[in-house]
T-cell receptor, first 109, second 117 residues
């Protein structure tokens, strides 16, 4: 079993829909990252969380440390949000990131 | 530029050749990471540098892989005697993170797409 599991693997939605992507992990962590990878391959760091909730524009990320679970929400989704969204965790005392396999999001106009 | 720069952006080489991939991190970033992404798969950690030292090289898949960093800046990832399974996108990231310090976000380069024929 992977240390970091994401769901769903693929998600297709209509423009304007509210999107939720989930991430569960099985180890103690010091931080969780949400990353966005566009079709060209470039990766952008969206959020880094160690507790609570963060918001940036239409994106919201939450984390529940006790339940070892994080969600990424996109409000009023747009075709330009189409990308692969990757959850990654940093374990205590360890600098490296362990990655989920990603969620491929497609927003249809 | 202001971001992490990787070169070359694409590299095609024959099986058995050696390749060298370069990463220029954001100026002042003490931490540097190499990752690999094979086609259709998730990202895999390869090696982490803090300054010029590599406290964690646990992700290097074999002794054909090595990396160094100089001047707390540029890093090179070298793959000797390349094999077809080495074909992947190799990504570099940097951050302000120092060991034991608070978490810092990682900034990624665009990667080098390596194809072994």
């Amino acid at each position: 079993k992977n240390e970091v599991e994401q769901s769903p693997q693929n998600l297709t939605a209509q423009e304007g829909e509210f999107i939720t992507i989930n991430c569960s992990y099985s180890v103690g962590i010091s931080a969780l990252h949400w990353l966005q990878q566009h079709p060209g391959g470039g990766i952008v760091s969206l959020f880094m969380l160690s507790s609570g909730k963060k918001k940036h524009g239409r994106l919201i990320a939450t984390i529940n440390i006790q339940e070892k679970h994080s969600s990424l929400h996109i409000t009023a989704s747009h075709p330009r949000d189409s990308a692969v969204y990757i959850c990654a965790v940093r374990r205590f005392g360890n600098e490296k990131l362990t990655f989920g396999t990603g969620t491929r999001l497609t927003i249809i106009p | 530029g202001a971001g992490v720069s990787q070169s070359p952006s694409n590299k095609v080489t024959e099986k058995g050749k050696d390749v060298e991939l370069r990463c220029d991190p954001i100026s002042g970033h003490t931490a540097l990471y190499w990752y690999r992404q094979r086609l259709g798969q998730g990202l895999e950690f390869l090696i982490y540098f803090q300054g010029n030292s590599a406290p964690d090289k646990s992700g290097l898949p074999s002794d054909r892989f090595s990396a160094e960093r100089t001047g707390e800046s540029v890093s090179t990832l070298t793959i000797q005697r390349t094999q077809q399974e080495d074909s992947a996108v190799y990504l570099c990231a940097s951050s302000l993170a120092r060991q034991g310090a608070v978490n810092q976000p990682q900034h990624f380069g665009d990667g080098t797409r390596l194809s072994i024929l």
